[in-house]
């Protein structure tokens, strides 16, 4: 997978991990931004689940015909050789919320 932009929805393989860190292969949002994007080899994501708690730094999204949760504890910086497929973009007030909920848990 060549180019991929903030908030895009990317197939992630997540395998191997440890401990309590999310499996498989599974949608997740690209969080890094484009500038970094565009000139690593390196994406920041952030795993989608439809399973877990209602955590405030969990973000609630609808996607794909489902409904989860953007789990923004579980950020991870991955390899594109890691990246399957491109399934779509977060809604701008989805994105919004990700940005918002991002700056709360590392603002000072």
């Known amino acids: 997978m ?6 895009d929805v990317v197939l992630v393989r997540l395998d191997p991990t440890r401990g309590s860190e999310m499996r498989k292969t599974r949608p997740c ?7 970094m994007n565009q000139a690593l080899r390196t994406v920041v994501v952030a795993p989608m689940t439809t399973q877990g708690h209602a955590y405030p730094w969990r973000v609630p999204v609808a996607f794909g015909g489902q409904a989860g949760r953007i789990a923004l504890d579980q950020i991870r ?23 918002d909920t991002l700056a709360e848990m590392f603002a000072p």
């Open 77 to 99: 910086t991955v390899d594109r050789e890691r990246l399957a497929r491109r399934v779509g973009h977060l809604d701008a007030g989805t994105a919004l919320k990700v940005l």
């Open 2 to 7: 060549v180019g991929v932009s903030r908030f």
């Open 29 to 35: 949002v690209v969080v890094s931004p484009d500038e």
